[in-house]
């Protein structure tokens, strides 16, 4: 991943100045093994699928379905690795739990608690909602980023998501997105398409029941 | 050296484009292969078309994403040496590119072995490394254990972390310290860091074929 120190031509030179040769540094290298992987994954994937983070109605719908068929079909489904939907960390990588402390309905709240997540220092989360629509939870704006992860093993992320009329009766996906440095809205969607180096994506799902 | 024509295990975690396998791959490959685009092409001794450091990364980039596509990896044989396989890439890219900007290029142009005339091009004038040394030895143990192994030894942060027995984000911290902070040095100093200029010192003309 192309780190911010390292974008500039004189930031370039200072890499280089520290490893004391002419050439390009370790930390440009790996921006541009991260670009490679990144376009490599993009074509292997393009070679199976259309490109859809752009697609939002269909990235939601086929979002919410591989949930549900995940959900049941899980005692004897097989995983998909590459599945971008496919829960990860479950047994290593960074592990998110969602409480609602109670049913998870109109009113309510929604408390995600991290761990397993020491070497990233950034978090964004949003939701493919079951009808398609995306409803971002960090970074708070578009011009936002995303938020400083708490510098703990285990512990609340520094957000909660409020089920009120974005997060209707249905079920939904939630994904959060760990990352080493913070990134914006835009960042993240990019990110969710090349799946560099440095940012992890967990998937969890939100049912939200209707109010009694 | 990676002999991916040796090692059928790796050759087949090659072809599955496993991520591991394609960083190793790269980071062993593509120092090497930097070089050579700096040196540059040339044609019966003379030098051809020399790249500015933006077209080097470019280049690097750009040969390192042919090489690692799903089919390009598919269809590698496993049989030359990787190293032969990217160069062959990159002086097809490189012809390829001289081409579209309307420069006629022979087909038996070669990278220059020697690349002496590359390594002219130095951005880092005297009084940079020795404002550079001068920083480094005034940091603390920790931030020169940091340089000597990220830098100087072009390792990863993962690595370093591993060695130095602290958390990547601590390595990540140490990074944008020592990075900013060099930075700073260099500026209350008035000296501006800078790369290579986009101008070649030594460029021969291209001659068409």
């Given at each position: 991943?192309?780190?911010?120190?390292?974008e500039?031509?004189?930031?370039?030179?200072?890499?280089?100045?520290l490893?004391?040769?002419d050439?390009?540094s370790?930390?440009e290298?790996?921006?541009?093994?991260a670009?490679?992987?990144?376009?490599?994954?993009?074509a292997a994937?393009?070679?199976?699928?259309?490109?859809?983070?752009?697609r939002?109605?269909?990235?939601?719908?086929?979002?919410?379905?591989?949930?549900?068929l995940?959900?049941?079909?899980?005692?004897?489904?097989?995983v998909?690795?590459?599945?971008p939907?496919?829960?990860?960390?479950?047994?290593?990588?960074?592990?998110?739990?969602?409480?609602?402390?109670?049913?998870?309905d109109?009113?309510?709240?929604?408390?995600?608690?991290?761990?397993n997540?020491?070497?990233?220092?950034h978090?964004?989360?949003?939701?493919f909602?079951?009808?398609?629509?995306?409803?971002?939870?960090a970074?708070?704006?578009?011009?936002?980023?995303s938020?400083?992860?708490?510098d703990?093993?285990?512990?609340?992320l520094?957000?909660q998501?409020?089920?009120d009329?974005t997060?209707?009766?249905?079920?939904?996906?939630?994904?959060?997105?760990?990352?080493?440095?913070?990134?914006?809205?835009?960042?993240?969607?990019?990110?969710?398409?090349?799946r560099?180096?440095?940012?992890?994506f967990?998937e969890?799902t939100?049912?939200?029941?209707?109010?009694? | 050296?990676?002999?991916?024509?040796?090692?059928?295990?790796?050759?087949?975690a090659?072809?599955?484009?496993?991520?591991?396998?394609?960083?190793?791959?790269?980071?062993e490959?593509?120092?090497?292969?930097?070089?050579?685009?700096?040196?540059?092409?040339?044609?019966?001794?003379?030098?051809?078309?020399?790249?500015?450091d933006?077209?080097?990364?470019?280049v690097?980039?750009?040969v390192?994403?042919?090489?690692f596509?799903p089919?390009?990896?598919?269809r590698y044989d496993?049989?030359?040496?990787?190293?032969?396989?990217?160069?062959?890439?990159?002086?097809?890219?490189?012809i390829?590119?001289?081409?579209?900007?309307?420069?006629e290029?022979?087909?038996?142009?070669e990278?220059l072995a020697?690349?002496?005339?590359?390594i002219?091009?130095?951005?880092?004038?005297?009084?940079l490394?020795?404002a550079?040394?001068?920083?480094?030895e005034?940091l603390?143990?920790?931030?020169r254990?940091f340089?000597?192994?990220?830098?100087?030894?072009?390792?990863?942060?993962?690595?370093?972390?591993?060695?130095?027995?602290?958390?990547?984000?601590r390595?990540?911290?140490?990074?944008?310290?020592v990075?900013?902070?060099?930075?700073?040095?260099?500026?209350?100093r008035?000296l501006?860091?800078?790369?290579?200029?986009?101008?070649?010192?030594?460029?021969?003309?291209v001659?068409?074929?």
């Amino acid at each position: 991943m192309t780190t911010p120190e390292y974008e500039r031509d004189s930031d370039r030179a200072v890499g280089r100045l520290l490893s004391g040769r002419d050439g390009l540094s370790r930390p440009e290298h790996e921006a541009i093994f991260a670009s490679v992987l990144g376009q490599t994954q993009d074509a292997a994937e393009s070679e199976a699928a259309p490109a859809w983070w752009t697609r939002w109605w269909w990235v939601g719908a086929a979002a919410v379905a591989a949930v549900v068929l995940a959900v049941v079909l899980m005692p004897t489904s097989p995983v998909e690795p590459d599945d971008p939907f496919t829960p990860r960390g479950v047994e290593d990588g960074a592990q998110v739990e969602l409480d609602c402390g109670g049913a998870c309905d109109r009113g309510g709240r929604v408390q995600l608690t991290f761990s397993n997540a020491a070497s990233f220092s950034h978090v964004a989360a949003f939701a493919f909602r079951e009808d398609g629509a995306v409803v971002w939870f960090a970074p708070a704006s578009a011009d936002a980023q995303s938020v400083a992860l708490p510098d703990v093993a285990r512990g609340l992320l520094p957000f909660q998501v409020e089920v009120d009329d974005t997060l209707p009766p249905g079920t939904h996906a939630v994904v959060v997105v760990f990352s080493t440095e913070p990134m914006t809205r835009t960042q993240v969607e990019q990110a969710y398409e090349s799946r560099p180096d440095g940012v992890e994506f967990v998937e969890r799902t939100l049912v939200v029941e209707a109010a009694p | 050296m990676t002999e991916l024509f040796k090692d059928r295990a790796l050759l087949r975690a090659f072809r599955e484009g496993e991520p591991a396998t394609l960083e190793r791959v790269y980071f062993e490959h593509a120092p090497a292969l930097e070089v050579r685009l700096r040196a540059g092409l040339a044609r019966g001794g003379v030098r051809l078309m020399p790249l500015s450091d933006a077209d080097v990364r470019d280049v690097l980039q750009d040969v390192f994403i042919r090489a690692f596509a799903p089919k390009a990896r598919a269809r590698y044989d496993g049989l030359r040496p990787f190293s032969t396989y990217l160069q062959t890439i990159a002086r097809n890219l490189l012809i390829d590119r001289a081409r579209r900007r309307g420069i006629e290029v022979a087909d038996d142009v070669e990278f220059l072995a020697d690349a002496g005339d590359g390594i002219e091009q130095s951005m880092l004038d005297a009084e940079l490394k020795a404002a550079t040394r001068e920083y480094v030895e005034a940091l603390d143990p920790e931030q020169r254990q940091f340089v000597a192994l990220r830098f100087e030894q072009e390792r990863s942060q993962e690595d370093v972390a591993r060695t130095m027995g602290v958390t990547r984000r601590r390595v990540r911290t140490l990074e944008r310290t020592v990075h900013a902070g060099l930075k700073a040095f260099l500026a209350a100093r008035d000296l501006q860091p800078r790369l290579a200029s986009e101008t070649p010192s030594r460029t021969a003309e291209v001659k068409p074929s």
